[in-house]
């Protein structure tokens, strides 16, 4: 058993997962799946609503004094030290047309006393890919397949056309977009997967570079903690660290600046 200092947040981060899987997997491919738009005009299940509820109801009986930032239900972390940010399905669209890419996202942030901000626990759970990716500081990260569990790490690919690359589409990239587009005509093998897995395949090591231009906090968070805990790096576009950043990169190390600056030619 870990005697890391998170282990008992780890070990939550775990029983939340299990509680949305139950959920998310049983409303999976319904015929009667409840799909409206929000506000910023994207789609939400009550799959969506149902397991940010549950883990929020979770999160009430064992962390009642921890801060609390959702997707679907908004936050409240005003002058909180430790806030867990949750998505509860992570690929919605995914998820509402029956393809199996999609995942619940739980994350520990810590405040430090300077103000600054650190993922200390992710989970990224994908019960439809039967995976489960998570990590927590100082311990590394780990992939569980049909129960086996792998610690993973990233490539060491270090020139962009030795590199394989993830994302979702070209929306978001606005001024960026012509030299993203020379990124992927550079690039060995260049692939549209998108949202979480994407970043889990560069902790896993399969993928060396996943770029999407427009996230939220709550879409990074988790990713963040396991691609570095894997040896990677996780900035935004502009290559600030940390899933604060509105935009998401994880790369390994050796490829990390020469992307950046590609990026931002």
């Known amino acids: 058993m870990s005697t890391s200092k998170y282990a ?6 775990h029983l939340l997962a299990d509680i949305a899987d139950s959920i998310s997997l049983d ?14 005009n994207t789609p939400v299940t009550d799959a969506d609503r149902a397991v940010e509820t549950a883990i929020r109801q979770g999160l009430a009986t064992h962390r009642p004094a921890d801060g609390l930032l959702g997707e679907e239900f908004g936050s409240d972390i005003s002058g909180a ?30 405040v430090l006393e300077d103000g600054t901000q650190e993922v200390v626990v992710g989970v990224a759970s994908s019960p439809a890919l039967a995976r489960r990716w998570y990590a927590s500081k100082g311990e590394g990260a780990f992939v569980t397949f049909n129960n086996q ?3 993973i790490s990233v490539s060491q690919v270090s020139s962009i056309n030795d590199a394989s690359v993830g994302y ?3 929306v978001g990239f606005e001024s960026r977009l012509p030299a993203f587009n020379s990124i992927l005509q550079e690039a060995w093998r260049t692939r549209g997967m998108g949202d979480f897995w994407s970043h889990m395949l560069v902790a896993e090591g399969a993928v060396d570079v996943a770029i999407e231009p ?38 390994n190390k050796a490829i990390h600046e020469k992307l950046i600056r590609a990026l931002n030619s």
């Not at 008992?8 to 981060?13: E, T, V, W």
């Not at 409303?27 to 910023?40: A, C, E, G, M």
């Not at 427009?214 to 996780?234: K, Q, S, Y």
């Open 8 to 13: 008992d947040d780890l070990a939550l981060a």
């Open 27 to 40: 409303r999976y491919q319904s015929l009667d799946l409840v799909i409206t738009t929000k506000p910023d």
């Open 81 to 110: 030290q430790r806030y867990w940010v949750i998505d509860p399905i992570d690929g919605t669209k995914n998820f509402m047309r029956g393809v199996p890419t999609w995942a619940t996202l739980i994350a520990l942030v810590e």
């Open 149 to 151: 569990r792998k610690k």
């Open 168 to 170: 979702s589409d070209f």
């Open 214 to 251: 427009t996230l939220a906090v709550w879409d990074m968070a988790a990713l963040d903690i396991i691609v570095r805990e894997a040896g990677g790096v996780f900035t935004n576009t502009s290559g600030e660290h940390g899933p604060f950043g509105g935009s998401g990169v994880s790369t």
